[in-house]
């Protein structure tokens, strides 16, 4: 249900491709406007930077940075144990909401390029509902997933919510079995009424409008996370987690595993690693083209984190003062 809280609190969604720094642009808009007295709550829309210990591949910022200033929905789940759309939305939520009252006026700001996360919090879907879990049907479940295959979950899945199948459609496995336990134990899956963000609200898309400059910021990025310790953090993180957990065959992680294995060479890893993101960044536009983007704003090499705040400081400031 929608909150008073939540009619009070100007929310500014930014979005874009990867490495086209957001989260640099987030931070200098925080202390533009942290220099007018205003609060900002900062909130990560990122699906990959919720897991503990995926830092160096995620790109997550610095332990200092967020020290300095907090986001949600960081290092909030271990990766071997479920967690849902849902569970990052009440995060989300009670982050935006949570100190609406005070005199201090205030925004949240969810920055991220998880197109769902986004999309969930200002839509309003996926709030409110249940999130049973029974480990008996999960077991079932997974039991069914290894005899059956996916096409038999989806379906399962499908027959009950729609909206839930149709949100997990290119999820894990793992994501597609949690919504299918929470369709059958009866908990709110996807299919609940839409609730559109009821405070002042904004979407904006951050973009690098020249693609090669893009993919060269991506391949930098590749080896630079190598180069940074990436491998290790991959080891550890295995050493630590079942085998055949998803978030090991993301982005840079699968191949810093497969270098380890001695399958591929690391400069094959970088590659591969970079391609892979490039295709990612590539899927992130196609999804951005049909959401009800309000604002795009280039960003990318050109172009600094203090120049990307400037454009984002009037659209953050208008909001402010449509929450009154």
């Known amino acids: 249900m929608i909150t008073p809280a939540e009619r009070a609190t100007p929310l500014l969604a930014v979005a874009g491709p990867t490495a086209v720094g957001k989260s640099a642009a987030v931070l200098a808009l925080a202390a533009l406007l942290e220099r007018d007295g205003v609060r900002t709550v900062l909130i990560s829309a990122d699906s990959r930077q919720v897991f503990r210990g995926f830092d160096i591949g995620t790109d997550k910022l610095p332990a200092e940075v967020l020290a300095a200033r907090p986001h949600a929905g960081i290092d909030v789940a271990e990766a071997d144990q479920?967690?849902?759309?849902?569970?990052?939305?009440?995060?989300?939520?009670?982050?935006?909401?949570?100190?609406?009252?005070?005199?201090?006026?205030?925004?949240?700001?969810?920055?991220?390029?998880?197109?769902?996360?986004?999309?969930?919090?200002?839509?309003?879907?996926?709030?409110?509902?249940?999130?049973?879990?029974?480990?008996?049907?999960?077991?079932?479940?997974?039991?069914?997933?290894?005899?059956?295959?996916?096409?038999?979950?989806?379906?399962?899945?499908?027959?009950?919510?729609?909206?839930?199948?149709?949100?997990?459609?290119?999820?894990?496995?793992?994501?597609?079995l949690r919504a299918l336990e929470i369709a059958q134990l009866g908990g709110d899956s996807m299919a609940t009424e839409e609730e559109p963000w009821s405070g002042p609200n904004a979407y904006v898309l951050l973009d690098e409008p020249d693609l090669a400059a893009h993919r060269t910021k991506i391949a930098e990025r590749a080896a630079a996370q190598f180069a940074g310790g990436l491998v290790a953090e991959a080891k550890a993180l295995a050493a630590r987690l079942p085998a055949g957990?998803?978030?090991?065959?993301?982005?840079?992680?699968?191949?810093?595993?497969?270098?380890?294995?001695?399958?591929?060479?690391?400069?094959?890893?970088?590659?591969?690693?970079?391609?892979?993101?490039?295709?990612?960044?590539?899927?992130?536009?196609?999804?951005?083209?049909?959401?009800?983007?309000?604002?795009?704003?280039?960003?990318?090499?050109?172009?600094?984190?203090?120049?990307?705040?400037?454009?984002?400081?009037?659209?953050?400031?208008?909001?402010?003062?449509?929450?009154?």
């Open 245 to 324: 957990t998803p978030a090991l065959s993301g982005i840079g992680y699968r191949e810093a595993l497969q270098y380890l294995a001695g399958d591929i060479t690391e400069e094959k890893a970088v590659t591969h690693s970079s391609g892979r993101s490039w295709a990612y960044a590539r899927r992130q536009r196609t999804w951005y083209r049909g959401e009800p983007i309000t604002h795009t704003i280039h960003a990318g090499a050109l172009q600094t984190p203090e120049e990307v705040a400037a454009a984002l400081y009037p659209i953050a400031r208008s909001l402010i003062e449509q929450g009154g």
């Open 82 to 176: 479920p967690f849902t759309l849902y569970d990052w939305l009440a995060i989300a939520r009670e982050a935006a909401t949570g100190t609406t009252g005070s005199e201090t006026p205030q925004i949240a700001i969810a920055v991220g390029g998880t197109g769902l996360y986004h999309r969930g919090l200002l839509r309003g879907f996926l709030t409110g509902g249940a999130r049973p879990h029974d480990p008996e049907i999960r077991a079932r479940l997974e039991r069914e997933l290894a005899e059956e295959g996916r096409e038999h979950i989806e379906a399962q899945l499908r027959g009950l919510s729609p909206a839930a199948a149709d949100a997990v459609a290119n999820a894990s496995p793992r994501r597609i």
